[in-house]
Each structure stands twice: as C-alpha cells, then as structure tokens.
C-alpha cells in the first residue's frame, strides 16, 4: 500500500483544512472501500464535532496516481461566484486544485500547506459557515466523552469513512492544523483552546480586583473578560449573584477594545441555568449571535460591565459573591470565576467602671456616628441595625458635644440608644473613618466632651481572594492599636453634662466662701457680746 497510504487524504479540523495541491497518489491496488479513519486527540470533552466530506478520491487509470472531485451536497459551495471558488479551481474533467503555490513533488506537500495556511484557514471558516447556514449534513457527528483519569481532555474516532478530503468543526473555536494521510488513519490533534472568563470588582481606588468592600445602597461595578476564540459558536455568559446583590440590568454595556458591541449580536435575559439545565437559578444571562462569535477572526476579549447594589439583605463581615461561566459549542461550560463583596458591622460597648469586661454595663447613652465628606459631614442613617444611607452634608464640625439632642435628629440622624448590655451595632459599613458622638450621656453619668473615632478597615487574605475586617482606633499617646469593639466608657462625678458652663465647681467655690463668711462673722459677734 506504498502510494495511497502515503496520501490519500487531505484533513481540515474545525479547522483542518485542504491541501495546496489536491492530486495525490495511488496505490498499486484500489483502496478499500469505507475503510478510513479519522481520530481526533486533545478533543475538549463534551465538545460536538461534525465532520464534512468536500471532496471524493478517485483511482487514476495511470498506476500510482488519483485525483479529488467535488462531492455533490459542496457542488454550490464551489460554483463560480460562491465563496469555494476563491480558493481552488474545477478543470473540465472535473478536477480540483488548491490555487496556492503547487510543489513539485510530495515530498514538499507539507512545506507548501504551511506556507497557505491563512487561505486555509479562510477557506475553512468559510466552509463551515456555509454547511450551517445551507444545513449541510455531516457525514458523522460525535460528542467528545469525558477525560481520561489525571487528563483534562477527550479522543473522538470518526470510523468507515470513504477516502477524500474531510472537514471537521466544532464550537470552541477555529486553530487551523494542516495534515496528511500517512495510512488507513490520520490522527488530527485538536489545538483550540477552550475559553475562558475572568470577573473582577472595582474598589473605591478605582481599581478592578477580586475582591472589593462596600456599604449598603452602594452600587458596585463589576467587569468580566470574556476569552473568546476565534469562529466560536454557541457563547453564553451565565451571572448568579447573592440576594445581598441587586443587579442594575440597565446598567449592562458590552465593549470589544473599547468600542461598543452592537446590540443586536447580544442579547440579556433575566434568569437561566447557572448550575444545570433546567435550574434558572442565573441572575442574568447573555447569549451571543453564532454569526457575531464566528465572526471574530481572531482570539478577541469581549468586556461585560455591569453594576449591581449591596442591599439590606447583605450580612456583616461576610462575603457577597458573585460568580459567572461561559458556555459555548456544544453547552461546553468554562470555569467560573467570582468575585466577593464585603459589608463590615461594629459593635459599641456603654460601660463605666475598670474596663468593658469588667465595668457595669450602661444603658441609655444616646449616640451618632458620623464622617467627613465634602462640605462638612455626614450623619449615618440606619434601620433594624443595618445602614441605610447618610445624610446631607452638614457644615457645623466644631463644639459638637455643645449640641443638644434635637439638633442631630432635625439633620436626619439615626439616634441609637444602648441597650441594658450597653450595646449597640451597626451593619453594612464600608472600610473607613468615622466618628462615635455621645449626645445624650445615661442619667448620672456624664456625658463625653469630645467624639470616638475609629476606623474600618480590611486586608486581603486567602491568597488575594478574601478580606479580613480590621477596627482600630488611636489612643492617648497617638499609636494605633487594633480593638474588636468600640469600648466607651462613663464615669459618675463632679462634672456636670458641658453646656459652656464651669459645671459643679462654682458651687464649691461659693460654698466654701459662704462658710468661711459664716465662722467670720460668728466669732466677731462673740467677741461683741463679750464686750
């Protein structure tokens, strides 16, 4: 079998595609009928691959030698003015030819491929196009099965096949191999890379990570990098974010190298199957026109932002992920990649005595919490412990502790109240600095002349994929020290509540002269008497 198992058959995979000079040579005996097979390695499991016969092998009379013609169902792909004219040539007999450069013998036939692989690769692309679009019947279409123990791809045999040239396609993609019968099978070795999808948030900084905190009603933005290959079929962006999440569906914009993706080759629908056929538990779903995907003639990044609200539903100090797949071809899935959102919670402990521990709990303090923002500052606004939003900007900054009660409730400001553990929490907090102002001391007790402040803050853990909360707070002596809470203490004692006044002291003062006034004048009447 000397001459036909050298090359007989010219292979285009999903790409493969047809050989430079479509002679080839026979054997000294015909062929066997349906005896050829096509194998293909490296297969992405799961994927579908079609496999298309464009041309037949024919004997020659003359020994040794054998020739393609067009197989009938490709007959209008080829005609004159049709897009398989652009690449080969039908003599009168009936015989094709690639129209690249023609070797001069076999043994340079590789070589040549090589040399038109971008017109193969066109040739292949639009080949596969057009079976689609003219529902060409494929000889034989199989599924990928899974991956062999330890392997993460698959083997696909297509058997019985008639000798000619083959086209094979998927919808992961387009990589064009080029290849040569060197026997009864040809082993076509699949280099598409299956792709993949890449979602970040965008910190306060401005920039994207993995990773990002927020406060509730903040809306957060989120970018994922779709990896597409090129000529893909089948692409579809599955999002499922947790209920802490709101999705702004309006807000959803779909970019290519800056530049808009027309809307018309996507299209966002509420739902779909995340997790598996039939489930609908996806936030939203964005499915791609074939002939946008297989359209793009190189590996292309397409960018999907979007943004979404931390809602009440967020709970502290844990994370709101957000997940996305791709799916593509034949309902191959990608990986997903996810983000995670944080909302972090405080807790303020109303003591008096040694330390919060120890002490006596307090109830009754009267409390806001505020900070800076432009034109002033803002006073927290909270409901059922969780943050709602803040308040206008107010301008007065100074003497706080001099304002009474109903100053801050007039600005909007949520007043909390400790309850009888001394106790009070707010949730949904993004990392920053604030300030706790007593504004209404327990009865007894004295209330504070000055604010607490504290900070929010977080550090990535978990191999950059995780925050950690921090609160710190800086002492007496101006170092910063890391607190688990809030720790305000009250003292009993001679100061009066501060309204501008000199408290108790007066009293003392005029009391000790009163006394001294006393002693003086009843020793003068003594001394008059005894006279």
């Given at each position: 079998?000397?001459?036909i198992?050298?090359l007989?058959?010219g ?16 054997t000294?005996?015909?062929p066997?009928t349906?005896a050829g ?7 992405i ?8 016969k ?13 020739v393609?013609k ?10 004159e003015?049709a897009?398989?004219?652009e690449?080969?040539?039908v003599?009168a ?8 450069e ?5 043994d ?12 193969a ?21 199989k ?6 123990e ?17 086209l094979?396609g ?7 191999g080029l290849?040569t019968?060197t ?9 598409n890379d299956?792709p993949?999808v ?8 401005g920039?994207?990570?993995k ?5 509730i009603g903040q ?8 990896h597409?290959k ?13 209920e802490g999440?709101?999705f ?8 290519v190298?800056?530049?808009?993706v027309?809307k ?13 056929e ?26 999907v932002?979007?943004t ?12 709101l ?5 791709i799916?593509?071809g ?13 909302a ?13 521990e ?9 409390f806001?919490?505020?900070?800076a923002?432009d ?5 927290a606004?909270?409901?059922?412990g ?5 308040t206008?900007a ?29 106790e ?8 920053d ?20 402040n504290?900070?929010v803050?977080?550090t ?5 994929k995780?925050l950690e909360?921090e ?10 020290i ?16 501060s ?24 020793m003068?009447r ?6």
């Amino acid at each position: 079998m000397k001459g036909i198992r050298k090359l007989l058959t010219g292979i285009l995979a999903a790409t493969m595609v047809m050989a430079t000079s479509i002679t080839a040579f026979a054997t000294e005996t015909t062929p066997a009928t349906n005896a050829g097979e096509v194998t293909i390695d490296n297969a992405i499991p799961n994927q579908e691959y079609k496999l298309y016969k464009l041309f037949d092998f024919e004997n020659a009379d003359v020994e040794g030698q054998g020739v393609y013609k067009i197989t009938s169902e490709w007959a209008d792909f080829f005609e004159e003015g049709a897009p398989g004219a652009e690449y080969i040539t039908v003599d009168a007999n009936g015989y094709v030819q690639w129209k690249g450069e023609q070797p001069n013998n076999t043994d340079n036939r590789k070589d040549v491929l090589d040399a038109n692989v971008g017109d193969a690769q066109e040739f292949a692309q639009a080949a596969l196009a057009y079976a689609k679009a003219n529902k060409i019947k494929a000889v034989d279409t199989k599924t990928a099965g899974a991956a062999a123990e330890g392997q993460d791809r698959a083997v696909v045999k297509f058997a019985g096949l008639g000798y000619g040239y083959y086209l094979v396609g998927s919808g992961a993609g387009a990589l064009v191999g080029l290849n040569t019968l060197t026997g009864d099978e040809v082993t076509i070795h699949e280099k598409n890379d299956t792709p993949t999808v890449d979602k970040e948030v965008k910190e306060d900084s401005g920039d994207y990570q993995k990773q990002n905190d927020a406060e509730i009603g903040q809306v957060v933005e989120y970018r994922t990098t779709i990896h597409a290959k090129a000529h893909g079929t089948g692409y579809k962006l599955y999002d499922k974010m947790d209920e802490g999440l709101t999705f702004n569906a309006k807000s959803v914009n779909v970019t290519v190298g800056g530049e808009d993706v027309a809307k018309d080759n996507w299209e966002l629908t509420s739902g779909g199957d995340y997790t598996a056929e039939g489930s609908n538990d996806a936030t939203f779903t964005i499915t791609f026109t074939d002939a946008y995907t297989q359209g793009l003639a190189t590996d292309t990044d397409i960018v999907v932002t979007y943004t979404a609200t931390v809602n009440n539903k967020a709970v502290k100090n844990v994370a709101l992920t957000n997940k996305t797949l791709i799916e593509f071809g034949n309902k191959t899935r990608s990986e997903e990649s996810f983000t995670r959102t944080y909302a972090w919670g405080i807790k303020v402990v109303k003591y008096t005595g040694k330390n919060a521990e120890e002490g006596t709990k307090l109830e009754g303090a009267k409390f806001v919490i505020y900070k800076a923002v432009d034109g002033g500052i803002a006073y927290a606004q909270v409901a059922n412990g969780k943050l709602t939003g803040w308040t206008a900007a107010d301008s007065t900054t100074e003497n706080l502790s001099n304002l009474d009660l109903s100053y801050f409730e007039g600005k909007g400001a949520t007043v909390f109240t400790s309850d009888a553990n001394g106790e009070i929490s707010v949730d949904g907090l993004d990392a920053d600095s604030y300030s706790l102002l007593e504004v209404v001391a327990p009865v007894g007790y004295n209330k504070l002349t000055s604010a607490v402040n504290f900070v929010v803050k977080s550090t990535v853990a978990t191999a950059g994929k995780t925050l950690e909360n921090e609160l710190t707070q800086v002492d007496d002596d101006g170092k910063v020290i890391d607190i688990k809470e809030i720790d305000v203490q009250n003292n009993a004692g001679s100061l009066l509540p501060s309204t501008g006044g000199i408290g108790t002291t007066i009293f003392y003062v005029v009391g000790g002269l009163l006394i001294v006034a006393g002693v003086a004048y009843f020793m003068l009447r003594r001394k008059v008497d005894a006279e």
